[in-house]
C-alpha cells in the first residue's frame, strides 16, 4: 500500500535551517509529482512546495519563497524540504502527500517549531 514516512523535524531557533525527508513506498515515485503542506496549531492545512515528477517544475507558497527549496530523489523513493531562514511563523506540523487514482495521501508529519 502506499505509504508516506516524513523525518526530520525538531526545534530550531529563528534563522536556522531543517531537512525534512519523505520517504516512500507502495506506488511508481518517479510518475507522481509530489508536495509539502503544514498545519499550524488552529489553522488550516496550507501547501507549502510542490515538485513535479521529474523535479523540473517546482512552486512554492508566497511565505516560504526564497527561504525553502523542495527537491527529489527517484532513485531513493525520497522527497526533500530543505528549509532556510526559519521564522517562529514557520512552526507547525509538515506533511508530505501525492494522489494517485483520485485518491491523496499523506504521511503521519512531522513537527517543526521555530523558537529562541
Known amino acids: 500500500q502506499v505509504r508516506l514516512v516524513e523525518s526530520g523535524g525538531g526545534l530550531v531557533q529563528p534563522g536556522g535551517s531543517l531537512r525534512l525527508s519523505c520517504a516512500t513506498s507502495?506506488?511508481?515515485?518517479?510518475?507522481?509529482?509530489l508536495s509539502w503542506y503544514r498545519q499550524a496549531p488552529g489553522k488550516e492545512r496550507e501547501s507549502v512546495a510542490a515538485?513535479?515528477?521529474?523535479?523540473?517544475?517546482?512552486n512554492y507558497a508566497d511565505s516560504v519563497k526564497g527561504r525553502f527549496t523542495i527537491s527529489r530523489d527517484n532513485a531513493k523513493s525520497t522527497v526533500y524540504l530543505q528549509m532556510n531562514s526559519l521564522k517562529p511563523e514557520d512552526t507547525a506540523v509538515y506533511y508530505c502527500?501525492?494522489?494517485?487514482?483520485?485518491?491523496?495521501?499523506w504521511g503521519q508529519g512531522t513537527q517543526v517549531t521555530v523558537s529562541s
Open positions: 502527500s501525492m494522489i494517485w487514482v483520485l485518491k491523496r495521501y
Open positions: 507502495g506506488f511508481t515515485f518517479s510518475g507522481h509529482a
Open positions: 515538485i513535479t515528477t521529474a523535479g523540473d517544475s517546482t
